[in-house]
C-alpha cells in the first residue's frame, strides 16, 4: 500500500469514528423550582402592591442569564430628581474600583473561554532545526576525523488534533463558557450593588444633615429659653437651680452636634470612595445641606417568578451550575480511550542548499492513542468528586433563589412599614411643636415653671430627630427595594409623590 492510500484507508477510519462520536456525561437540565404565586407583602401587607401572577409562574424555574441581567438601573436614580446624585451614581459606574475588580475577572474568563474554544481545533506549529555534529573515534573507529563531521538541516510544519470523540473538549469549553456568563452576572450584581449603595449614602447623608440641622435648632431655642431663665433670676423670680436646669439640657443638645458632624464627614468621605476619588474630593460639593428628594408613592415588585429571571444572583448561580455539571463529563472522558492525529510535512538534508529541494521532502501522519485503562480508580475518584461539586452548586443555587425571594420580601415589608412609621413620626414632631410654644407661652405668663418647659422642649427636638430618622429609613427602604428588585425599575414606578 503506497502513502497516498495508506491516507486515504486513514482518513476513511477517522471519519467514521468520529461519525459514531458522542459526549459523555449528563447534559445540563436548568432545575425548576416552586415560586410563590406573589410575594406576601406584595397585597395587603403593607408593601407594595404586585400584579395578579401568570399560572406559569406557579412552577417556575430561575431563567436569569447573563446576557439578558439588566445593569444598573438609570432610571432608578434619575427617578428621585436630584441631579447630584445621578452625577454621583454615574461616576461610581465609571470608576469604582470593586465594578473595575468584577469586570477584569469578567475579561479574564472571557480570555480563558477563547482559550478553550482553540482546543476544538488543530494545533498547527512550524519548527526548523540546524545542526553540526561530530561523532567520537569510538563511536566510529578507523574513521578519519573528516569523515565524522555531519551536518543536518530540516524544516516543516507539524499539526496535531485531539479527536474529541467522547466531548471531553467539547465538555471543558460549555464549562469554561458557563463560568464567563456567570462572571457576566456578577458584574451586573456589581453594577446594581454600586448604584445601590452610592444612592443609599446619598439618602442617608442628607438625613444625616436634617438631623443636624434640627439639632442645631433646637439649641438655637434652648438658648433663648435660657435667656429668658437667667433674665427672671436676675429680677428675682427665678432662682439659680432653674439656670443650671436650662443651661444642663442646652448642654446635652449640643453635645449631639459633634456626633452628627463626624457622621455627616464620614458619609461625604465614604461617597467619594465609592466614586473613585480621594475622601476628601467631595467635601465642597456635598456640605451645604439639602432636602431628600422625592420618593415613588407605591411600587410594583411584580411577581417572584419575573424576579428570578432579573436577579443576576441567580444567573450567576444557575451558571456555576451549569459548569460543574460539565465538568463530570469533561471527567467521565477520562474513561475512555483519547486519540490524536498528528501530521508533518517538511524538508530534510545534509546540506541547507538541498532542503527544499524535491528529493528532500518528509512527510508523516500518525494517530496516537493514550489510554489509562489501569487507572481507572482515580478516573473514578475525579468523576465522584466532580459529582459531589454539582450537587453543591445545585444546593448553593437553590439556597440563593430562596435568599433572593426573602431578600424581596424583607424590602417590600420594611419599605411599607417605613411609609406608615413615617406618616406617624410627621405627626408627632408637629404636635410636639404646637406643645413647646404653647409650653413657653404659659411659662412667659407665669402659668407653669420651667420643668414643663424644658419637657416639651425635650420631646420636641426627640420627635424631630426621630422623624428625620424616620424619613431617612424611608427613603433607604426604596434603595433596598431597588437592590432586590436588581432592576427593572422603569415598569416598576407606579406613581410619585412630593419632595419634603
Request: net charge negative.
Amino acid at each position: 500500500m503506497n502513502p497516498a492510500q495508506a491516507t486515504r484507508v486513514l482518513s476513511l477510519a477517522i471519519a467514521s469514528v468520529l461519525l459514531a462520536a458522542c459526549t459523555v456525561g449528563p447534559d445540563f437540565v436548568r432545575p425548576t423550582l416552586d415560586a410563590p404565586a406573589q410575594f406576601a407583602q406584595g397585597q395587603g401587607g403593607g408593601g407594595a402592591s404586585a400584579d395578579a401572577a401568570d399560572p406559569a409562574d406557579a412552577n417556575l424555574a430561575a431563567t436569569a442569564s447573563a446576557a439578558v441581567v439588566p445593569a444598573a438601573d438609570a432610571a432608578f436614580w434619575e427617578s428621585f430628581g436630584d441631579p447630584l446624585l445621578t452625577q454621583l451614581v454615574e461616576d461610581a459606574l465609571a470608576s469604582n474600583h470593586d465594578l473595575r475588580i468584577a469586570l477584569a475577572r469578567y475579561d479574564r474568563a472571557n480570555a480563558l473561554l477563547r482559550g478553550a474554544r482553540f482546543d476544538q481545533w488543530p494545533t498547527v506549529t512550524a519548527q526548523a532545526t540546524a545542526s553540526d555534529a561530530r561523532a567520537s573515534a569510538d563511536q566510529q573507529p578507523g574513521v578519519d576525523r573528516e569523515a565524522r563531521d555531519g551536518e543536518s538541516y530540516s524544516a516543516g510544519i507539524v499539526a496535531s488534533w485531539e479527536l474529541d470523540l467522547f466531548g471531553r473538549v467539547r465538555r471543558s469549553v460549555e464549562a469554561s463558557r458557563a463560568e464567563t456568563l456567570a462572571d457576566a452576572a456578577d458584574l451586573a450584581a456589581v453594577q446594581v450593588a454600586i448604584a445601590g449603595e452610592v444612592a443609599s449614602g446619598y439618602l442617608e447623608l442628607r438625613g444625616l444633615q436634617e438631623r443636624l440641622r434640627v439639632a442645631r435648632d433646637n439649641a438655637d431655642n434652648q438658648r433663648q429659653t435660657l435667656r429668658l431663665v437667667e433674665a427672671r433670676m436676675e429680677a428675682g423670680r427665678d432662682s439659680s437651680f432653674d439656670t443650671s436646669r436650662a443651661r444642663a439640657q442646652l448642654e446635652s443638645t449640643l453635645a449631639t452636634v459633634p456626633d452628627l458632624e463626624a457622621q455627616v464627614a464620614q458619609g461625604m468621605h465614604r461617597l467619594a470612595v465609592l466614586t473613585g476619588r480621594t475622601p476628601d474630593a467631595l467635601i465642597v460639593h456635598l456640605q451645604a445641606p439639602a432636602p431628600l428628594p422625592a420618593l415613588p408613592a407605591k411600587l410594583d415588585a411584580g411577581t417572584p417568578g419575573e424576579l428570578l429571571r432579573r436577579r443576576p444572583d441567580v444567573a450567576a448561580a444557575e451558571e456555576r451550575l451549569h459548569s460543574a455539571t460539565a465538568r463530570i463529563g469533561v471527567a467521565t472522558a477520562d474513561l475512555f480511550p483519547r486519540f490524536t492525529l498528528g501530521g508533518l510535512i517538511g524538508s530534510q538534508a545534509i546540506d541547507s542548499s538541498a532542503l527544499f529541494e524535491r528529493g528532500s521532502e518528509t512527510r508523516l501522519v500518525a494517530l496516537g492513542i493514550d489510554w489509562s485503562f489501569l487507572d481507572i480508580g482515580r478516573v473514578r475518584a475525579r468523576i465522584a468528586a466532580a459529582d459531589a461539586d454539582a450537587a453543591g452548586e445545585l444546593a448553593r443555587y437553590e439556597q440563593t433563589v430562596l435568599l433572593a425571594l426573602e431578600d424581596t420580601e424583607n424590602a417590600l415589608v420594611r419599605q411599607g412599614r417605613a411609609r406608615v412609621e413615617d406618616q406617624h413620626r410627621a405627626a408627632a414632631a408637629e404636635q410636639s411643636a404646637e406643645a413647646a410654644r404653647l409650653a413657653r407661652v404659659r411659662f412667659e405668663v407665669g402659668a407653669t415653671d420651667l420643668f414643663e418647659v424644658l419637657d416639651a422642649e425635650r420631646t420636641r427636638l426627640q420627635a424631630q430627630d426621630a422623624l428625620a430618622q424616620a424619613r431617612t429609613r424611608s427613603a433607604t427602604s426604596v434603595v433596598a427595594l431597588y437592590r432586590a428588585m436588581a432592576g427593572g425599575w422603569p415598569s416598576r414606578m407606579v406613581e410619585r409623590v412630593g419632595g419634603r
